[in-house]
């Protein structure tokens, strides 16, 4: 099947970018775009850290960077309470990928490095700027890859692999029926998983067309031709599942639009105010009606610090998929591609890391946090390490937020670090306010699995304490996007050391997978997270 993009709209496969003129829009974004001169540490660290001490019962409190031995481009929090996290090999003929359990109740460190071939030409086949998604079963499914590692070309791999949390092993998935490197994969309401776009094997055009996976055939089938993407969708766009089932596509680029699962077709819905986010962020907001996005830059030509106070943007803005429009939200304080937004059990949502000159000059080391109802950012504590282009972030079962990853010590991303540096392998944990603020309540059981519709019980001494229950979905991250989160609101009673609450109506709202259980006391403090699974079945 016949891309509807074709070799002619790219340039050389290292630089996988169409020149955006009036009207025309990014093809796709290479992982590594032309090379940038080095410039010193200090010229690099200027960005954002405070000249005081954050006070953590109002801006948080970060953690020193700790190392965990693999520099994160890909996290995924899983329903055992760990969080995997892998990237490159050192070398292109290795047979396995660096890969690690972090468990951050103890601290612990698990290898868990994920087997992969080579090719007839010596190169690996490797799952480096993969997509992810956590499949119904809370399995890890992983699509695509580079054949190669950096530099070498961008040749997308056919290849998958599964990860099972319970046995913590890996396990081949079957190919899919086209190589894609920086595909999108997606649970849907079904429970199936879907790929989208992708750089081809060759390197020379985004795949067009869609492909689905489901367990119980354990094969990739391809959608019908009218499926095919539209013209000038890039590699890696963000997408989310509505409550009607459908597929809306948002940000990186400025054209929004609707993918109906149904009539298998495409349609536009609106356009961003400020056109093109370039590795900006985007997040699905409680009520799952809107969705917001922020900073990015206009074009995939990478800011210099010629322009570092003109390139990037520090404005957000929403969609609201009820009347299809784009509005302007409250602007950050500062100007940011390659961050990390993540959804905080208090309904909020804090926007980390990122950067503003080359791929991870200048960074952002101050955290802000969005607040929906009011459309205002705050400006949190800051943290220590470069977490500019490849780093992602992950909300953990206790409420504190993960951030990991960006291998800043390569060459031409406009930092010059020492061979011998560790930053890229460290993390650093955040802690919001709200645990700074009382006392937490506490969740002493929830049921394994829950029916979609079903009332379920969730035992609590400081029931009458509460005064929001939602489901929120694990992170899935990389590339300055979160494919998984979802934070859906629920209704509840309460009674006498329990609360009664309903789970989701229907797939639509909550595909099928495991949640994180959220209660919030009136003072804005929420419990240590048990997990959930939603179903069909409950169970």
Known sequence: MQSDFNSSQLKQPRKLVKALTAGAALVAVSAFLAAGSFVSPAKAGTASKPATKANPATQGSWSSPFNVGVTAIHSVMLYTGQVLMWYYPATDNSTT???????????????????????????????????????????????????????????????????????????????????????TSITLPSGAT????????????????????????????????????????????????????????????????????????????????????????????????????????????????????????????????????????????????????????????????????????????????????????????????????????????????????????????????????????TVEIYSPPYLFNGTRPTITSTPGAVKYGAQFTINTPDASTIKTVALIRPSATTHAQDWEQRYVTLSFTVGNGVITATAPANSNIAPPGYYMVDIVNTSGVPAVMPFIKVNNVGK
Request: net charge negative; glycine share 10%.
């Open 97 to 183: 990928e660096p890969a690690v359990l972090y468990n951050p109740t103890t601290n612990q460190l698990t290898n868990v490095d994920i087997p992969i071939g080579v090719g007839n030409d010596g190169l690996s086949n490797e799952f480096f700027c993969a997509g992810e998604n956590v499949m119904a079963d809370g399995k890890v499914m992983v699509t695509g890859g580079l054949h190669g590692i950096p530099p070498s070309e961008d040749l997308g791999i056919v290849q998958t692999e599964i990860f099972d949390p319970a046995s913590t092993t890996w396990t081949p998935g079957p190919n899919m029926n086209y190589g894609r490197w920086y595909p």
């Open 194 to 425: 879907m790929v989208i776009s992708g750089i081809n094997s060759t390197g020379t055009a985004t795949v067009g067309p869609l492909e689905e996976y489901t367990e119980v055939s354990n094969k990739w089938a391809l959608l019908k031709t009218t499926a095919n993407l539209p013209a000038n969708i890039e590699s890696y766009p963000h997408v989310y599942v509505n409550t009607n089932g459908d597929l809306v596509v948002v940000g990186q680029l400025q054209t929004t639009r609707l993918f109906s699962h149904t009539t298998n077709t495409w349609s536009i819905l609106g356009s961003m105010n400020y056109g093109n986010r370039v590795y900006g962020s985007n997040a699905l907001l409680p009520g799952l009606n809107t969705i917001l996005a922020i900073g990015g830059r206009p074009s995939s030509t990478l800011c210099t610090w010629k322009d570092v106070n003109t390139c990037a943007t520090n404005t957000a803005e929403v969609f609201n998929m009820t009347t299809n429009t784009w509005s302007y939200t409250g602007s950050m304080q500062y100007s940011r591609y390659n961050a990390i937004l993540e959804a905080l059990p208090d309904g909020t949502y804090l926007a980390m890391g990122g950067n503003n000159v080359l791929r991870y000059a200048n960074p952002i080391e101050a955290a802000e946090l969005y607040n929906p109802t009011t459309g205002v950012w705050t400006t949190m504590a800051s943290q220590q390490s470069i977490r500019g282009y490849h780093s992602t972030g992950v909300l953990l079962p206790d409420g504190r937020v993960l951030s990991a990853g960006s291998d800043s010590n390569q060459v031409g991303g406009g930092v010059k670090r020492a061979a011998s540096s560790q930053d890229p392998y």
